[in-house]
């Protein structure tokens, strides 16, 4: 695997690489790489012939000092993972290699940096729309794979992509999941044994969901599911809705062509988010 810390460097190799007919996969995550990361890599390796994957922990995605600070980077392991899986190339750039020190510019990104995660973590997208779209500048992927684990991320990029006529198939991945259900996440880590149990109420609820689809009403499923949510142990809800997964907005009736339930809560001190596509 070629390893780059370097933009340019990146750029010019990748792009011979594409001059001479290669096609490119890119994979962004923000390292302490698990299965679903990796499943993510084998994915694109279907699909592309040359697979990047960026590790950058991106301060202005952040809105919490402590959580930035505390993130994890076990740079070394995830250099292992990377060659086992035979990924091609790894882009790990400082932060000062992607921004200036006083740098101020949004996107205008309609509802969906104002609703769910958005309203509970004011300026994530605007962070994480700036550094994807500076990463898609420097590596110029063919196609590039996102997990559905961050449904309202691939909403977010998806917009700005068709707002700013970026040149880039996106790929939505499946969310890889512990044997007992948990969303694989780098944050699980810091769950202690027993909020690991509690944790398991998301998957549970959106399971309960799940089951009821087809015989009861939204509302009365939304219903019993957040009281189910309310009742369980350890967990402090954030929010828990059913949405249009094509327009992105809240839904009671079940004609839209695809509906997701979403759910976020705290589990000790950690946020935990999960998410089912219901049809
Ligand atoms: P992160 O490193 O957490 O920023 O995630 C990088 C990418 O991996 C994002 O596109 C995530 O949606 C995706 N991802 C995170 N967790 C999972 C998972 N459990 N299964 C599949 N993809 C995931």
């Known amino acids: 695997m070629k390893i780059f810390n370097s933009r340019q460097a990146v750029h010019n190799y990748l792009n011979e690489l594409r001059a001479s007919g290669k096609s490119i996969g890119f994979v962004p995550t923000m390292g302490a790489l698990h299965d ?24 202005t995605q952040f809105n ?25 190339v790894l882009f790990i750039p400082t932060v000062n ?25 004011p300026g994530h997208y605007q962070g994480v729309t700036q ?11 063919h196609y590039a794979f996102f997990g559905q684990k961050d449904y309202q991320q691939f909403m977010v990029i998806s917009y700005m992509v068709k707002k700013l006529f970026v040149k880039i198939k996106l790929v ?44 009861k009403a939204i509302l009365q499923i939304k219903k019993e599911v957040e009281s189910y949510l309310k ?30 339930a979403l759910v976020a809560a705290k589990v000790g001190s950690i946020r935990i988010i999960d998410n ?4």
């Not at 550094?131 to 992927?141: E, M, R, S």
């Not at 089912?276 to 049809?279: D, G, S």
């Open 97 to 121: 290699e992607m921004y200036n020190s006083a740098e101020k510019w949004t996107i205008e990104l309609g509802n969906l940096d104002k609703i769910l995660e958005g309203k509970i973590r």
């Open 64 to 88: 919490d000092k402590k959580d930035l600070e505390n993130y994890p980077r076990p740079v070394e392991d995830d250099i292992r993972k990377l060659e086992k899986v035979k990924c091609h």
């Open 276 to 279: 089912m596509i219901l049809k």
């Open 36 to 59: 679903g990361h990796l499943s993510m890599i084998k994915l694109a390796k279907q699909k592309a012939d040359v697979i990047v994957c960026s590790i950058f922990v991106n301060p």
């Open 231 to 260: 009742a369980a142990p350890g967990i402090e809800i954030e929010y828990f809705e059913i949405f249009n997964a094509n327009s992105f907005a809240v839904t009671s009736s079940k004609r839209p062509a695809s509906l997701i």
């Open 131 to 141: 550094i994807v779209k500076k990463l898609f500048d420097t590596i110029n992927p």
């Open 172 to 215: 939505l991945c499946p969310i890889i999941r512990e044997t007992d259900g948990l969303a694989m996440s780098s944050r699980n880590i810091y769950l202690s044994p027993n909020d690991r149990k509690n944790a398991l109420a998301l998957f549970k609820a959106l399971n309960k969901v799940k089951e009821h689809f087809k015989t």
